[in-house]
């Protein structure tokens, strides 16, 4: 089975600067997709950005961007320019492309306070 | 357009009854998920339907919960004889195909006393 683990129940960064989450997972498969959802205080749950396994490139959506390190089973968050409104819990998920159906595995979350 | 919707937001109930939850997906949405989440925990999977058959309910916890999808839409988690444990946010997505972005819905927040 799949497992998403993330390291740092809480982080804090100052408001315009830059934090990383961390996000490693365990799995055998070599087609999957990983994601960062963020969830705010409204308990929404909001994609924040995905990356497909077969892919080289790092994803990037405006702010934020992702360090997939496939042989190691790391997929970082950054999020530059930090804002106010980025303040939320940010889970990271895992997703099969084979033989475990298309449900989401998601880790512990990362609580990030940004400090003004 | 709407989102996924899903009723009622609150639940408060006493141990031992029965408790039905309410996912209305997005329309044309053929794959539907069901996850639970405690306070302070990412969402753990239960189920999920493509169209109104039940792909996979390996996630449900035993077999006090059961879930349905009779047209393929409007899809129900209920809960029979329910306990303390079971209290937390219980959380519907739906997606346009299995392999697609899951779109969650609110919530509903399911509370035992």
């Known amino acids: 089975a799949q497992t998403v683990t993330q390291s740092q129940p809480e982080m804090s960064v100052q408001e315009a600067e830059t934090v990383t989450l961390s996000c490693t997972y365990d799995t055998s498969e070599s087609d999957y997709y990983l994601f960062w959802y963020k969830q705010p205080p409204s308990r929404q749950m909001i994609l924040v950005i995905r990356?497909?396994?077969?892919?080289?490139q790092n994803a990037t959506e405006n702010r934020f961007s992702v360090n997939f390190q496939k042989a190691a089973k790391s997929f970082s968050l950054k999020i530059s320019d930090s804002q106010l409104g980025d303040a939320a819990m940010y889970f990271c998920?895992?997703?099969?492309?084979?033989?475990?159906?298309?449900?989401?595995?998601f880790g512990e979350g990362t609580q990030l306070t940004v400090n003004p | 357009g709407a989102g996924v919707s899903q009723s009622p937001r609150y639940k408060v109930t006493k141990r031992g009854q029965d408790v039905a939850l309410r996912c209305d997906p997005i329309?044309?949405?053929?794959?539907l998920y069901w996850y639970r989440q405690a306070l302070g925990q990412g969402p753990e999977f239960l189920t999920y339907f493509n169209y109104e058959a039940q792909q996979d309910k390996s996630g449900l916890p035993n077999d006090r919960f059961s879930a349905e999808r009779p047209e393929g839409s409007i899809s129900t988690l209920t809960i029979q004889r329910t306990e303390q444990r079971d209290s937390a946010m219980y959380r519907c997505?739906?997606?346009?195909?299995?392999?697609?972005?899951?779109?969650f819905g609110p919530g509903t927040r399911l509370t035992v006393l």
């Open positions: 998920a895992y997703r099969s492309q084979e033989t475990s159906g298309s449900r989401l595995t």
């Open positions: 997505a739906s997606s346009p195909g299995p392999y697609n972005e899951q779109f």
């Open positions: 990356q497909e396994a077969y892919k080289q």
């Open positions: 329309s044309g949405h053929v794959s």
